[in-house]
């Protein structure tokens, strides 16, 4: 092993639960127990952290995962957290809330860091404001600007994806389930469970109890199965044993324009199932690729995401924005292997581990290998994509080639040739931390 190899817990825990992409058992478990996939993410992040802290041993990983999925578990929904993920803690989402309010950022005269107005020296460069620098003056005009902006945008319903997208996930969630929507499954949409409850039995996509005596006595015994109680006597007799039962008087019956609905807006749970498209594609953006395309046909929900991050992929390389090219990359690399594309596969994941090999700097906008980090989880997913797909060698170093090719733009330091026996002499069996170890020996 290497200078720079993984501990034992890590690679536990990569093995229990993937590394940047969840891996499938992980998914499994998490969809079998109603758990959102982006919780998955916090649960593997807590479990980091422990790690990291010292708080976990081998031995301890696998159970300390499971007491997390049960926490989290929507199969038994009445259970009370005890011990809930935190990935961050308040101090750090208090500065991360106040250093994106505009009103309440500087810019340091010196070196154009970000600050709050509050700060008094530059935690970047050290330099020093004066006192005339540091007040920071009243513009109660320019809050109240922004703020009315804000209460316009609400009253005039302007952030209507997230309220579709949320209400989409809701009623999914219902007619799957037939149980209570956690908050956490659209806590990244901003909108609460109350409203999409008051929203859909006011668009009649659920039924509410008020509304029992306009049930048909077939539907009424449908919500008495469903929470196994006595199906049989009069209309009035079933009404009241309803009413009567906590469980069933909270039943919750998805109408047929509610179904068709869900199934009309395909595209939303797409999106919602696959939470690492959010950074890349924010809840509007999608919104706008797909106001005129099919939102019904799986397949082509994913050519047209395809299309879409094709032209954000040159566009980020261009820009030398480095970390969401490669987000843009590990994206496309999934929807090239759902749509059974595996010469593009491949050659995502192989532009992937090339830029990590070079470490491209954006602030420096300039190769660093000697500090280059590469993901296990690309070389894994290169190694089971070329070997199960029988790719030959010819191929292999022309796919290799082609990426290397459109990465040119980025001038690397590590040449074709080299790049290439360095992802051979891992496919052949090399620790990937003594690759890393002998690039950084070169570079230094």
Partial sequence: MGLFSKSPEERKLKELTGGFLLNNRFKSILRREGIDLSVGYDIQETLKSEIK??????????????????????????????????????????????????HNVKTCSKCNEKLLKTDTYCYSCGYKFDSK?????????????????????????????????????????LNKNNAS?????????????????RKAISDRYITRISDLDNLTVGELKEILKRNNLKVSGRKNELIERITLNKAAYNDKKLSKSAIEFINNNRHILFYNSHPELKPVIDVDKYADIFE?????????????????????????????????????????SDLYEMN?????????????FIVELNNFSESLKKAMPQECTLNGDVTDNLIYLLDSNSIDSATLKRLFGESYGQLEILDPVISLEESLIYFLKIFNGEDIEDIEKSIHMRFI
């Fill in 292 to 332: 005129n395309q099919n939102k019904t046909n799986s397949n082509r929900i994913q050519e047209t995401i395809i299309e879409f991050l094709n032209t954000q992929e040159y566009q980020t390389l261009t820009n030398y924005e480095i970390t969401r090219y490669k987000s843009i990359l590990f994206i496309l």
């Fill in 340 to 352: 059974n594309d595996i010469t593009r596969a491949i050659e995502s994941n192989f532009k992937i």
């Fill in 53 to 102: 802290l010292g708080k976990l041993s081998v031995n301890d990983i696998e159970e300390r995962l499971d007491f997390l999925i049960s926490q989290f578990s929507t199969m038994n929904s009445q259970k009370e957290i005890e011990n809930p993920v935190v990935v961050t803690s308040p101090k750090e989402r208090t500065l991360k809330f106040l250093i994106n309010q505009k």
């Fill in 181 to 197: 929507v956690p908050q956490n499954s659209i806590d990244s949409y901003n909108v609460n469970i109350n409203n999409l409850e």
């Fill in 133 to 173: 620098e540091s007040e920071t003056p009243n513009n109660f005009g320019t809050e109240l600007d922004d703020l009315e902006k804000l209460y316009n945008e609400k009253i005039l319903h302007k952030d209507d994806n997230n309220l579709l997208f949320a209400y989409v996930v809701y009623l999914d969630y």
